[in-house]
Structure formats: C-alpha cells, structure tokens
C-alpha cells in the first residue's frame, strides 16, 4: 500500500472504515442506537473494509513494479489520493444508498541496491487519511467525518533475473529484455485505531503480501504482469470484543506501457482480484470478492531529480466493495 515510488502506483495504505451511526454507543453522550441501526453498522463496516483494505490495497494497480532501476540511488515521494463511491454489500444485507468519499495525503521513501549481484529496492511509506461515509436502513441514515493515520507499510523487492545491479553511469547502456522480480510488502498495524469506535483508518493486524512478477520490453513497449496473495492475522478487537478473520485475498495484475522518452511513458493497467472472505467470531460474513478494476497512469519528468505522476481507475466488475472510482497525483524527487 504502500506508495509505490518509481512505479507510479496509487499510494494505498490500511483504512477500515467502520462507518458510525447517529446516536452510537460509541460515541460519548449519546443514547444507545436501534437494533436497525446497530445491524446497519456491522454491514457497512464489514463492506467499508472490504472496499478500503489497505485503502484499497488489494485493488490497487502498480505499473513497473518490477523494472530494472539503477542501484545506489534514494527516492523521496509525496502525493494526493481521491476516492469516491458506492458500497456494493454482500446479498444479505438490507442497505441502500452506501457511499464513500476519501482523500489522503502519503509520503514515503525507496532506496534501491545490489542484492546478490541483481538490483532490489526498499521502500516505505505512510499516509493521513480523511473520509466520510453514510447510508441509509429504512429510512434512517447513519454517517461518520472522521480523520485518521493509515498503517504504514514497507516493501523489499529483487529483481532476480534479467535485472544486473548497475550504478547510473553504466546503466545508460544497458538494455532491458525480460526481467522476473519478486517482492515482499509487510503492513504494520501502527494506524489509528480504537476498538470502540466502528471509524477507523488503522486495522489492528500485520498484512503479509508476497508477490512474483515479470516485465518484458519490446521496442518503445512494456509489458507487465504480476501475482501476489495477502496473508491476514486476526483482529481481536474489532468491534470491542469481536474476533475479525480474513481469508487470503489474491491479485493478479496486467500492464501495458508506451515509453514516451526518457522518463516519459503511459500505462493502461488492469487487475482481478479474488478470495478474502471474512468471519466474525467464526461466523462467515458471505462477502467473499471477486472483482477488477481498470486504470490510466500517466508519469513526465520536469527535470533530471524531480517527475510528476498522475492516474486514475475505476470498478469494472464488481460482487462486493469495489464500485468506487480513484484518482491520484504524486511528486517524485531522486537524491
């Protein structure tokens, strides 16, 4: 979820949002909510989560995650993120007019290096995440505006073939053919988080996301395409006292890249998504996902230290979570 620098990704970090109703119990001085209300919230929590895992990690499209980049160099990013849409909840659940709208501010930092003779990059960001959410149960709206941090994340990934660990200067000379990666991405639940609340922008669990890919050049082209599965440990806490489960969920991406000049290129990227079914005390939650998304990204370099990416995706299938649209601008500058 990370910011994925050098790669032009959507930073996506961990955002549970656990959508608060009117009137809750877990907010001070207030009565205690309606059995309406009360069921409403757990549905709108458990699809908000969905939707917003890792603030849309398991969605999120990272073109060249796996391109060969000169070793010894230090990368420090910043971007924007907006996301907007509708919660789209298991069958089972009685909800209508569920809707999103987040903005995120992310920051982070790479440093890339000679791991057994083939280049590798280090990575780790975090993000401050503010979003709002309603819907609607017979007529009675429940809503939350709440602002938060995001669990930050680290990456290590190696390039183990086609990729030689090269310094700037002998880099301009090299050519790349195929290049096959492979990546470990970590998400440290350091968010905020507080188990009484059902708004939070932490998720209270580690995140263990292996991953494979592969990048091939030809011509002005690349061509990208990656596999990754998440591993989720329990939260304990949600809701109080609820043990939260999580199936793997699982990720394969496609990318298509025009290199416009050094430094210059445009991606079409595409990715399917599956698995993640969650329990609540051992109870299916039937919220089991299977769905993509398609997206634009689009990065220009304004000097030799400092590039500018911009992209954008959308929901093309979706069974529950994913109808919601994203769009994101980042500053890149190398040291």
Not at 285 to 312: C, H, M, V, W
Request: with cysteine.
């Amino acid at each position: 979820m990370a910011l994925h620098i050098l790669n032009s990704a959507p930073p996506y970090h961990e955002v549970n949002v656990h959508c608060c109703a009117k009137k809750s119990r877990f907010n001070k001085g207030h009565k205690a909510p309606s059995t309406a209300t009360k069921y409403l919230n757990r549905v709108i929590a458990t699809t908000a989560s969905l939707l917003l895992s890792h603030y849309c990690m398991a969605q999120e499209l990272e073109p060249r995650s796996y391109t060969n980049i000169p070793i010894g160099m230090h990368f420090l990013a910043a971007g924007i993120v907006h996301s907007e849409g509708d919660l789209s909840p298991a069958p089972t659940a009685p909800i209508s007019n569920a809707n999103l709208n987040i903005d995120a501010g992310v920051i982070g930092y790479a440093h890339t290096f000679d791991l057994m003779g083939d280049s590798s990059k280090f990575d780790i960001a975090a993000s401050r995440v503010c979003y709002q959410g309603d819907s609607e149960l017979n007529g009675e709206k429940v809503s939350a505006d709440r602002c938060g941090y995001g669990d930050p994340t680290m990456r290590l990934t190696w390039n183990f073939l086609g990729a030689p660990a090269l310094q700037a200067k002998d880099f301009a000379g090299w050519k790349q053919g195929l290049v096959v990666g492979t990546s470990l991405q970590i998400t440290m639940p350091l968010g905020s988080y507080d188990k009484h609340k059902l708004l939070n922008s932490g998720s209270n669990r580690w995140v263990f996301r292996p991953g494979i890919g592969l990048s091939h050049r030809l011509g002005n082209w690349y061509y990208d395409v990656m596999a990754s599965v998440r591993f989720y440990t329990d939260n304990k806490q949600y809701l109080v006292d609820t043990n939260l489960q999580q199936d793997p969920l699982y990720t394969v991406q496609g990318h298509l890249i025009y290199n416009l000049n050094r430094g210059h290129w445009l991606s079409l990227n595409a990715n399917l998504f599956f698995g993640g079914e969650t329990s609540k005390n051992t109870i299916n939650s039937l919220d089991e996902q299977q769905n993509s998304r398609l997206g634009l990204t689009y990065s220009f370099p304004i000097n030799q230290k400092n590039s500018i990416k911009l992209n954008a995706s959308t929901g093309v299938i979706t069974e529950y979570g994913n109808d919601f649209s994203t769009f994101g601008a980042f500053w890149q500058y190398r040291f």
